[in-house]
């Protein structure tokens, strides 16, 4: 691992192509959730600054940024993700630093995935046409498109800059203007996009980043403004229905990427040594705090017992410690209070009469930081509340099935539906059973495989709309139908 400077950014709001200077009553701490240091401050928007934001982004759509052609939007698009790549070590080292996530993680996953974000919107617009129909010679029907205009993009902790450019990218692609605001638990890689979207040539208002929290800050002021289109937002289930209810009254339009309780279904005739091997990464990477990570896990009893000697021995090996150490496989969750949420759905999986078979505590060589051992647990009934309710942490549950038509019954008894993964050598089978899970994406035989073209998104109340290739259009633009009589 090459040698970075270890040293968060002060946070300011980046609004009409500017940083603007922060009042002194205005700043939040920034902290390192490895190390419980703090890493710098953040300047809490005011409902003005945000108002501010809107109106210039408002501006932008109709000025400079309107004149300019798919092709020259394609090429700025390209150039802020080759600026990301050029600054790839400094993106993950503010992202590790924030997150508490493993430096080799943010640089593998989330920097290198959030450059090509813009890599691949910079090429997939410019193959992008219209609909036309010729109605039996009496008229001609066509469509055209127009940017969907100020889209606000309100933003998790999970995956900081993946998950932001995974709405910016197809955002600028589509001629449109973006208010973001990052989580206020990991504000610094939005901070330093703002500026490489200025170098690439971004003209003023068309990317403006807010900082703050979601209730009577910047989320709820964004949420609720009438000048905002469309509102993307990543998140919880129920922040989702908090918004849904501000942005109601001027009816915006929303892409919601909501909760999950994913589950992995693995059949007896799957290959053992490789579903270990992935297992490990669907329940424990990021520190679980992935919203795809598959944290109930149905293994047909024949193969139970050699399936957990083998992922508990494998969960065993992973190093939990300090993310910029190049061994480390296991980083700190994200803070205190979501520490403290994930260490009590532990000590409830105890109450509720389940076994602890690895972790379910925090381990005794760190002192300082919110760590927790990754934890595997059996032995709890389907309606246990680890089972049913989403923990967001290094915790998965395991139980055995016996046929086809229970395990999917247990996969689908849930409120979410957003990933699951199925592993079996069976043809059939991963056909039958893939069309039966109530889930907006479904992997048979591999976890987190993605290809950006593909629909992205939850079912139930993991989600509302899908975002990705063309589905990302048609939330970031506007469509017209145009009727030429013959
Ligand atoms: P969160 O809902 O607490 O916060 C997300 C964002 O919403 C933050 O920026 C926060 O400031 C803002 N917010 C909070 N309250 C708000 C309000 N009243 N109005 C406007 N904005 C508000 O979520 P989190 O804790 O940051 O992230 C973890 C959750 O996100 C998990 O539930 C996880 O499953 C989910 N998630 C889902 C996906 C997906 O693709 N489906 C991806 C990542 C995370
Ligand atoms: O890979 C993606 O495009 C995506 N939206 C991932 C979301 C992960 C949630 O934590």
């Not at 150490?325 to 994930?342: F, L, P, R, S, W």
């Amino acid at each position: 691992m090459r040698q970075v400077q270890l040293k968060g950014i002060d946070c300011r709001n980046f609004i009409n192509g500017q940083y603007v200077e922060a009042a002194e009553d205005r700043k939040f701490l920034n902290i390192n959730p490895a190390t419980e240091e703090v890493i710098g401050w953040v300047a809490e928007a005011t409902q003005d600054e945000v108002d501010f934001a809107v109106k210039a982004a408002k501006a932008a759509v109709k000025g400079e940024w309107s004149t300019y052609t798919v092709k020259q939007r394609s090429q700025i698009i390209r150039k802020i993700g080759d600026l990301i790549l050029e600054n790839l070590e400094q993106f993950a080292m503010l992202e590790a630093l924030d997150t508490g996530k493993p430096y080799a993680l943010a640089m593998e996953m989330d920097i290198k995935r959030a450059a090509h974000n813009f890599h691949f919107f910079a090429d997939y617009v410019t193959s992008l046409g219209n609909e036309a129909y010729n109605q039996d010679n009496i008229a001609l029907h066509y469509t055209v498109t127009r940017p969907v205009g100020v889209v606000a993009m309100i933003n998790p902790w999970n995956l900081p800059l993946l998950l932001l450019t995974w709405k910016l990218a197809p955002c600028l692609a589509a001629g449109s203007t973006a208010v973001m605001k990052p989580a206020e638990l990991t504000p610094m890689t939005a901070t330093m996009l703002a500026e490489i979207c200025k170098q690439a040539g971004v003209p003023n208002g068309v990317v403006n980043v807010v900082h703050g929290f979601g209730k009577d800050s910047a989320g709820a002021y964004l949420s609720e403004h009438p000048l905002v289109d469309a509102i993307t937002f990543t998140g919880e289930t129920r922040t989702g229905t908090t918004i849904m209810k501000a942005a109601a009254p001027t009816l915006k339009k929303v892409s919601f990427e909501l909760g999950g309780k994913n589950p992995a279904i693995i059949f007896a005739d799957s290959d053992i040594d490789e579903v270990v091997e992935t297992t490990l990464h669907s329940s424990f990477r990021n520190q679980g705090q992935v919203c795809l990570c598959a944290s109930r896990i149905y293994v047909e009893r024949s193969i139970m017992d050699e399936f957990l000697q083998k992922f508990v021995a494998r969960t065993e090996e992973l190093v939990v410690g300090d993310p910029f150490d190049a061994n480390t496989n296991i980083g700190a969750v994200i803070g205190k209070e979501h520490y403290e949420k994930v260490m009590r759905y532990i000590e409830i999986a105890r109450e509720e009469g389940g076994t602890i078979l690895t972790g379910g505590k925090r381990p005794a060589h760190m002192e300082k930081g919110y760590f927790i051992e990754p934890t595997i647990v059996v032995g709890l009934d389907e309606n246990s509340r680890c089972v049913k309710e989403e923990i967001f942490g290094p915790v998965v549950t395991v139980w055995p099935f016996d046929s086809e038509e229970e395990v999917i019954g247990y996969a689908n008894d849930t409120t979410y539906g957003l990933g699951a993964t199925i592993w079996t050598n069976d043809l059939r089978r991963a056909h039958r059973v893939a069309g039966q899970i109530e889930s907006g994406i479904v992997w048979v035989n591999t976890w987190y495989l993605r290809d950006l073209r593909t629909p992205f998104g939850g079912m139930k109340q993991s989600g509302i709309g899908r975002e990705g290739g063309a589905h990302s259009f048609e939330f970031y633009c506007e469509q017209s139908n145009v009727t030429i009589k013959l």
